[in-house]
């Protein structure tokens, strides 16, 4: 599955998802992008993982480079005002840019919103 399937499929499971002991929901942006380092015996295997971010463009016609620096070994989907963008394989940046995720997006004036969902089989960014 490819695509604007994978990131439906991806969003509409992560929704279903129950939040067991090991897992949390952080919204604290200078804390670590890490479940195993910032919930409570924090697990650093199968995680589901949805980042979102909102701002507002006070311009017209403005083209940004989005660059997205993760570790899911199972994949992500990316939604940029509702319109999907997916990277089904293994991504793991290691903290090179050269192996980062870039999604070009050209944007209104107004309020924007991004969606990332991930999961990730093992390890947690180790």
């Not at 995680?47 to 480079?65: C, F, G, M, P, Q």
């Not at 940029?80 to 050209?106: L, M, Q, T």
Request: net charge positive; proline share 3%; charged share 20%.
């Amino acid at each position: 599955m490819r695509g604007a399937a994978f990131a439906n499929a991806l969003a509409a499971k992560h929704k279903t998802l129950a939040q067991p002991s090991g897992y949390c929901t952080n919204k604290n942006l200078a804390a670590p992008f890490s479940n195993q380092k910032t919930c409570p015996s924090g697990k650093k295997n199968d995680i589901s993982t949805r980042i979102e971010l909102l701002w507002h463009e006070a311009d017209n016609n403005v083209v940004y480079k989005f660059w997205f620096g993760l570790d899911f070994g199972l994949g992500a989907a990316f939604f940029i005002d509702g319109k999907a963008h997916a990277d089904v394989r293994n991504i793991w940046w290691s903290g090179n840019i050269d192996n980062a995720i870039v999604v070009p997006r050209r944007l209104n004036r107004g309020h924007h919103n991004i969606t990332i969902f991930g999961v990730e089989n093992c390890c947690d960014g180790d």
